[in-house]
């Protein structure tokens, strides 16, 4: 059975944690508590395909941003998450792609975009048409959710498996060389 490692990225309160206790436990967390570092490991399976997900969730705030780059280095593929209702969340993650491929030293890495917070249309303040643009200019797919009512939450975790598979995060130099001399 395959593991991957999940990286979930993006600012303070935009629902990270949310997204993956629901899909982890199925439930929705109500309450904010600002996460430091969270890990967690599910059994799925993709595309008839097995799986285990190795999932951490990340800090959003500030004060831990210098961690991201450990992070990045260990995750195999990435969650960047925005909060539909909150613009400043979006403005955010714009620098996020060029941190990932700068860490991880090349542009060919597994990333999914999701907006979050879509059973609250009512406080939309980006459109999905901007999510779609930047995912498009990021070269990745673009999925709308919401944690609290479940939906696409399943189908977040389970884009990332099927970009993994797909665009394992190999450099582009051509060499693709798995030997070790010991």
Same mark, same amino acid.
């Given at each position: 059975m395959r593991e991957f490692k999940v990286v979930v990225l993006g600012s303070g309160g935009v629902g990270k944690s949310a997204l993956t206790v629901q899909f982890v436990s199925?439930?929705?967390?109500?309450?904010?508590?600002?996460?430091?570092? /969270?890990?967690?490991?599910?059994?799925?399976?993709? /595309?008839?395909?097995?799986?285990?997900? %190795?999932?951490? /969730?990340? *800090?959003?705030? %500030?004060?831990?941003?210098?961690?991201r780059d450990l992070y990045i280095r260990n995750g195999q593929g990435f969650v960047v998450v925005y909060s539909m209702t909150n613009h400043q969340t979006f403005q955010d993650i714009k620098g996020m792609k060029d941190q990932i491929t700068r860490v991880k030293n090349t542009d060919r890495v597994p990333i999914l975009l999701v907006a979050n917070k879509v059973d609250l249309e009512h406080?939309?303040?980006?459109?999905?048409?901007?999510?779609? *643009?930047?995912?498009?200019?990021?070269?990745?797919?673009?999925? %709308?959710?919401? *944690?609290?009512?479940?939906?696409?939450?399943? %189908?977040?975790?389970?884009?990332?498996?099927?970009?993994?598979?797909?665009?394992?995060?190999?450099? /582009?130099?051509?060499n693709y060389c798995c030997c070790v001399l010991l």
């Open positions: 199925g439930c929705f967390m109500e309450k904010y508590d600002p996460t430091i570092e /969270d890990f967690y490991r599910k059994e799925i399976e993709v /595309d008839t395909s097995p799986c285990v997900l %190795e999932i951490l /969730d990340t *800090a959003g705030t %500030e004060q831990f941003a210098s961690m406080q939309r303040e980006v459109v999905t048409a901007d999510g779609m *643009a930047l995912a498009h200019m990021w070269g990745c797919p673009f999925i %709308e959710a919401s *944690a609290k009512n479940r939906c696409n939450v399943n %189908e977040v975790f389970a884009e990332i498996v099927r970009e993994m598979n797909v665009n394992p995060g190999k450099k /582009d130099t051509g």
